[in-house]
């Protein structure tokens, strides 16, 4: 047997938290699908990845949700790459009450996931006027951190910190692409205790994250589909906000960098001292846990991170890549995009974007197609100019 949060709702009780039902019934559902995508190994599957899930949630109210179970099904199909079939019965496990619901003086919800983009995204809120609450879901290497900036924030008393705390008794799945839904449905029970959101009115849930990580444009022929991250895509994000309305969930997930590549991102920021102060703490890797939480520096995100800083003319002061030197990093042994990243850029030189993005951008409405395919190029920009400096290309 796993177990998922235990003792969790006893402590939101005393903390104050009383969510509506339909606001609990998600969080159910998505600790439920993050649960099962730690179980299901993708090694026992046809095509070595794809898996079929059944999953059976028991809901507080489930009819809301079976009116929406085939979309559910296909925003966890995109986002994990496998095929849902979702079951919602009676007898879920009651919202958490109290006699005295907690409250605040934030105007919205923030995710602050002690990334460079979160950093961003907390500063440039906080310089316009904005108190963000911040919502962290707690990772290995990084809770220290996201309270380092929370607290430069001036918001160490408006940041809330959960753990999904799910274990599973046998070995786990370690894709853990499903794990995203659960960062989501914790910022939406954090906008039960906005003042806005107890006033009726609807809440803004700020995701800071640059559109070029967002659109996650496969690099090569091997990362299509889910074998790419869908965490903040478009598509999956307008899923979630169809589904958010047709529950009454009075969130508005807002996407402030949308258009925006991580180096635009960096330039433009409200306060670019703190950002500089602070920028060195935050995390980026892909693969931060298994170098002893350290940036690898030759994966997707640190490549990413390293031509940000070089676009917006700031010093990186990242404390160690395990491979600085991007000239040779790709010829040292394990899991490395150096020459994937080197290839998708040649290709977009030689041959133009389109070949590269191929049919990535056919979510986008007409009137932002262009927009989309121009941060993709911008980021290509960025991370060329990255390889060129260091004799990589």
């Not at 949060?5 to 039902?21: C, D, E, K, N, Y």
């Not at 809120?125 to 290497?141: D, E, H, I, M």
């Not at 994000?237 to 258009?259: E, V």
């Not at 990535?360 to 197609?369: L, T």
Request: hydrophobic share 40%; net charge positive; proline share 4%.
């Amino acid at each position: 047997m796993g177990r998922i949060s235990p003792g969790w709702v006893g402590t939101l009780s005393r903390h104050g938290f009383a969510p509506t039902t339909e606001v609990w019934d998600f969080v159910s559902i998505s600790l439920a699908v993050a649960a099962a995508d730690f179980a299901c190994r993708r090694q026992g599957s046809a095509d070595g990845w794809t898996r079929m899930i059944e999953l059976t949630v028991a809901l507080c109210e489930p009819q809301i949700w079976l009116e929406q179970r085939s979309l559910l099904e296909r925003t966890f199909r995109f986002l994990t790459g496998d095929f849902w079939n979702l079951n919602f019965v009676d007898g879920g496990v009651p919202a958490p009450t109290t006699a005295a619901p907690k409250s605040n003086d934030a105007d919205c919800v923030a995710l602050l996931s002690g990334g460079l983009d979160s950093l961003v995204g907390g500063i440039d809120l906080t310089s316009n006027g904005r108190r963000p609450l911040f919502v962290s879901q707690v990772a290995k290497g990084d809770k220290q951190t996201q309270k380092l900036f929370a607290r430069r924030l001036g918001a160490a008393d408006r940041h809330l910190q959960w753990n999904h705390r799910i274990t599973v008794p046998h070995a786990t799945e370690r894709s853990t692409r499903g794990r995203s839904i659960v960062f989501l449905a914790f910022a939406l029970l954090a906008t039960t205790t906005l003042p806005a959101w107890q006033g009726g009115m609807t809440t803004d849930l700020v995701i800071p994250e640059n559109g070029f990580i967002s659109l996650n444009v496969a690099l090569n022929a091997g990362r299509f589909g889910s074998y790419s991250t869908k965490t903040t895509h478009p598509t999956f994000l307008d899923a979630i906000q169809s589904i958010f309305n047709h529950a009454g969930l009075r969130a508005t997930l807002i996407r402030p960098y949308q258009f925006a590549t991580k180096g635009e991102l960096l330039r433009d920021c409200a306060d670019r001292g703190l950002l500089e102060e602070l920028a060195e703490h935050s995390t980026s890797c892909g693969r931060f846990g298994f170098y002893n939480y350290t940036h690898c520096g030759r994966c997707v995100p640190c490549l990413v991170r390293r031509a940000s800083f070089l676009s917006a003319a700031i010093p990186d002061t990242t404390s160690r890549y395990v491979f600085p030197d991007l000239a040779v990093a790709g010829r040292d042994r394990g899991a490395n995009d150096v020459g994937s990243v080197g290839a998708a850029y040649v290709t977009y030189r030689q041959k133009g974007i389109d070949r590269l993005v191929g049919g990535a951008m056919s979510f986008a409405e007409p009137g932002q197609r262009a927009d989309y395919v121009a941060v993709a190029e911008r980021g290509l920009e960025e991370l060329g100019h990255l390889l060129q400096v260091h004799n990589a290309l």
